[in-house]
Every structure is written in C-alpha cells, then in structure tokens.
C-alpha cells in the first residue's frame, strides 16, 4: 500500500504566510478513550432507571441507594437477585480516539502515517454492558453481603474496508505504466474486540440497633484490541511487487476503589448517611503501525523504460494516564408526614489524571525511473531518481482535574395503591486539561535528473516546536423529574417517568505554540536558492464561545410484573414502547 503524505501540500504553501485557525489545535497526547474508566457503577434498576438517570438516591430503593452509601445495604432484610438486559446494543457505540494530527490540522506539520489513516478509519464496537447483575443477601441479622456487576464484549471489523489513492509525483502523469488507479484495501487480519469487566463487592454491619456500617471494594478491567495485516507480492516477467501493511492497537484500563458509609437513625422519622470513596487507576493506549513496500516494472516493449519505488515506514504512539478520584457525600431522609418523605443529599468528586505520551515516526523512501519528458514541442527521454527521508518524534505530559458537585431533594408520596415523587437536581461540573507538548521534525529529499537536461534539486526542512495548551470547561444541570407507580390488578404496577432538564454549558481553551527554531532550505543544481530561518517564531490561538443553554425532556415507561412465587419480571422502554430495540429487560428473585 503506498503512502499518503502532504509533501507535495507543504511545497505549495511554504511561501505563503501562516494563517492562524479559529479553533484552537487540539494536542496529540490523550487519555486512553476508555468507557466508565474510574467512575462507579451506580447501578439503578428498572424501578428507579425510568424515572432518569440522576433520581437514583432520591427513591430510596436499595440498588440506587448503594452508589451513595453502601450502608443502605443494610436496609433490605429481604435477599435479592437481579438481572437486568439491555436491548439498545447501537446507542452507545463508541469510535477510538482520532489523532488531530491525522486531520491535517496545522500547514505547518505533516503527519508521518500510511494512507489508510485517512480513508480507512476505526470502526465503532458496541460499549454498551451486555448485563447488570445484582444481588443482595442476609446472612444473619446483622450482617449483609452484595454484589453488583456488569461486562462490556463486542467484535468486528478493525479498519472499513475503503478506497485510497496511492503516491505520486509530478512526472507520472506523462507515463501511461505508471498511472496509479484506486484500489481497495483488501487485508489478510482485520479484526478488532473489546472485553471489560467492573464488579463492586459489598458487606454491610450493623453495629448497634441506630448505626449502620457499609463497606465498598470495586475493580474494573478494559480491554481493547485490534489489528490489521495486509500481506502481498507478486513476481511477473516485467513486474515485481512486493507490498506489507501492519498494524496494531492495545488499548487497556483498570481501576480499583475502596469504599465506606455510615448509616445514623437519629430518630424513627430520621435518618443521616455519610459515606467517603477512594479510587486508583492507570490506563495505557498503545499503537504501532508500518507501512513497506516494494514494485519495479519495465516496458515489455522497451526495457529502457522502467520504474522503481521502495517505501518503508513506521509510527509508534504511546499514551498513559494515573488516575486518583475522591469523593464524599452526605444525605438524609425524614418523615414529615404519614406517607409522606423528604429526600435530600449532596456529593462532592474530585478527579486527579496525570497524562504523558509520546510519538516516534520515521519515513525513507527512493524512487527510480525513466519516462518521455515534454519539452519545447517534443518529448525527450528523461531519468529521474530521488531520495527522501523524514524523522519525527513528540514527547508530552500534563494534567487533567474535574470537580464535580451534586445536590437533590426529593419529595415522595406512597399511599396504598399507588405512589408519586417529584423533586430539584442541580449539578456543576468542572474540567480543566493543561498539556505540554515538544517535537521536532527533520525532512531531506534529494532529486537527480539525468539523460536530458540534466540537474539536482534538494528540500531540507527542520523545526523545533512546543506547544501548550489550556482548557476550561464548565457545566450546570437543573432538573425536575417527576415520577408515578400505580398499581394495576393484585400483581401489576404501571411506571411512568418524565423529567425536564436544562444544561448550561461554558468552555475557553487557548494555545501557545512557539518554534524555537525553523529552517527551510532548497538546493538548485548545488546552489543554496532559498535559506530561511527563523528564531523563536509564536502564535497565539484562543477561544472563548458563548454560554450555551440546552432543554431537553424525556418520557419514559416501565412495568413490573410480580410473581406470587417472589420472581418480579421488569421492562423499561426509552421511546417507542412496540420498538423492541429500545427496550430493556430485568428479572428479580426475592427469597
């Protein structure tokens, strides 16, 4: 498979000044794009979910509970097993990370990686867990255990197979044997899967009739795999062809956390919950690819007439990040009335992500060939040979923080026959991303015409850069749900849930990128023509949009079904309640 990289782009540009972008360039170095990485479950079953995402404590069921206080374990004297299926297996597709650099996005840097980069991209796997299972169980009077757990699995497809142009130059266009046609990427491995794991074990004690204990221990393993070998050659009397294309991705993430929450009875209409968490991880996104190839040819008919091209190149990408999260909350519950409950909490996380990578690439490649030159109303026999060379490599680390602020309360209604909630969330998200970025680039080609009109032509390109990037995002939630369970005969209950949320959204970031050193030089028959060189060049980017202010409301409807055997049948549907594609279904056994 050739190669498609942007010499050509930059010769055309180099004189002409630099436009500055209007958004601000991303950098290389990332996190590892990896899904629920050092965030926990929060498992809400159907009994909450379709009242939305964020009501999961102000119910007060013992699943939703335990994301809060894993005290509220104790809560249930009842032992429960839960299954939960979700039938949405397209709405949380994910793609992998795509490198700025792949977009061309700076004139002044031309990214080292093979075509299929650009025309054959990642394809999505399916992040959706397949399952929730929970359980929890007495066993004895003060002492409950519970487990909670949930997995990812999903394969296909590495690359899309597409079509890509291979490389060429400016002299091929008078050769008809050299004419380069599309071709498609036809590969002998193209495969890619994803497995994970997260599981969160739980024991709760009860020290005395008023105080409750509750222990959390939670671990989670992602892994992410793909890989791409392409292999060919072919040896023909006038045609030898010899063509490798590889390429690997490893994309890996595990965290574990440690858990504690006390649960006080102040009195027999109140109770006070505290609970603090620790989490620890790393994650690590490592890719390496190459790109070789080899082809001659000869006229059949005139063997003066040949071409030779040998390409060969390679890229590495390694990026890392060491994760901490804390997180602390408060909440408590009182009755004010007979049947009646006010729900209230507040939580506070605090995230901490150290975030070093690097890229080491490289490119050589020479061509060799003869062709009929058009000149001065003829065409004259012509011999062009050259050489290039183009190393680059990018060392970066920084820091990413989010804090993360939550506050509800609740009101909740259970009469006999049925029950009703409403309630106040507000939320405020931070995020803030400083990365450092040094690289440095080396390009040489050297061009030799010989047979007519023989001369030399000679690029050499050089820079130094550092780049620092700021960012700065912020972001509020208000919502009000409002919620009914309404009993339909002895064993059927109707769900209904609808909430109406606002989101506020506010980002900044800029860049400052600085060339301590930049060099251009271009060579005419030996003679320097052009010698530029430039010192400590800057640019400055920023961006600072508006506040963005978004309303959104969701319906949903659920029903539960109770078996006089203690088997509790659960559907939940997003949308359309006859599309089975938005449905999700759970089981619950009581003993």
Do not use: C
Not at 405 to 423: D, M, N, R
Not at 440 to 445: I, Q
Request: proline residues 3%; without cysteine; glycine residues 6%.
């Amino acid at each position: 498979m050739k190669k498609l990289i942007y010499y050509l782009v930059f010769f055309q540009v180099i004189s002409l000044p630099l436009l500055l972008q209007s958004e601000v360039p991303q950098p290389n170095v990332h996190t590892p794009p990896i899904p629920y990485y050092m965030d926990a479950i929060n498992f809400q079953s159907i009994a909450t979910s379709v009242f939305g995402s964020y009501t999961k404590s102000m119910l007060g069921n013992t699943y939703s509970e335990l994301g809060w206080n894993p005290a509220a374990i104790l809560s249930s004297k009842q032992n429960s097993f839960y299954l939960e299926l979700d039938y949405n297996g397209q709405a949380q597709s994910q793609n992998y990370y795509l490198n700025p650099a792949y977009q061309e996005a700076y004139l002044s840097d031309i990214a080292i990686v093979p075509a299929w980069v650009y025309n054959s991209p990642i394809s999505s796997l399916n992040m959706t867990p397949i399952y929730h299972f929970a359980m929890v169980k007495e066993l004895t009077k003060k002492i409950s255990i519970g487990l909670i757990n949930r997995s990812i699995f999903d394969y296909g497809p590495f690359r899309t197979a597409n079509v890509y142009t291979g490389f060429w130059n400016e002299d091929a266009i008078s050769n008809s044997y050299s004419d380069i046609e599309l071709k498609a990427l036809e590969v002998d491995d193209n495969q890619q899967k994803v497995l994970a794991n997260q599981a969160e074990l739980y024991l709760g004690y009860q020290i005395s009739n008023k105080l409750d204990l509750g222990i959390r221990l939670g671990n989670y393993i992602f892994r992410r795999n793909g890989d791409l070998y392409d292999s060919g050659w072919s040896e023909n009397p006038h045609y030898d062809y010899a063509d490798l294309n590889d390429e690997g991705l490893d994309v890996d993430g595990d965290h574990i956390e440690f858990a504690a929450g006390l649960l006080y009875e102040i009195n027999k209409s109140t109770k006070l919950g505290i609970h603090g968490s620790y989490m620890t991880g790393s994650s690590e996104d490592d890719r390496n690819m190459l790109d070789t190839t080899y082809s001659w040819s000869e006229d059949a008919e005139d063997t003066r007439y040949f071409s030779i091209n040998k390409f060969n190149l390679q890229r590495q990408e390694n990026y890392k990040s060491d994760d901490e999260r804390y997180q602390f909350s408060l909440n408590i519950e009182r009755e004010i009335a007979k049947k009646w409950k006010i729900r209230s909490g507040i939580r506070g996380t605090w995230n901490q992500a150290d975030i070093n990578g690097k890229i080491n690439s490289f490119d050589t490649s020479f061509t060799d060939r003869t062709y009929d030159y058009y000149d001065n109303g003829s065409y004259h026999f012509r011999r062009r040979t050259s050489w290039e060379s183009t190393d680059s490599d990018l060392i970066g680390s920084g820091e990413r923080s989010a804090d993360h602020y939550e506050l509800y309360t609740a009101l909740v209604y259970k009469p006999e026959k049925w029950s009703f909630f409403t309630g106040l969330y507000v939320s405020r998200h931070t995020l803030e991303t400083n990365i450092n970025e040094s690289s440095n680039y080396y390009y040489d080609r050297f061009i030799q015409y010989t047979e007519h009109e023989p001369g030399t032509v000679e690029y050499e390109r050089e820079f130094e850069k550092d780049y620092e990037y700021n960012m700065e995002e912020k972001n509020w939630k208000i919502g009000v749900p409002l919620g009914f369970k309404i009993e339909v005969g002895e064993n059927f209950q109707i769900l209904a849930g609808t909430s109406l949320l606002f989101e506020i959204n506010d980002s900044k970031s800029s860049g400052d990128l600085i060339y301590p050193d930049k060099i251009y030089k271009k060579w005419d028959d030996g003679q320097i023509v052009i010698d530029d060189h430039e010192v400590n060049r800057y640019e400055k980017y920023t961006s600072d949009p508006s506040l963005e202010l978004k309303r959104s409301t969701n319906v949903n409807l659920g029903a539960i079904y109770h078996h006089p055997l203690g088997i509790n049948v659960y559907v939940k549907s997003r949308t359309d309640f006859f599309e089975t594609t938005g449905w999700v279904l759970g089981m619950e056994l009581e003993l």
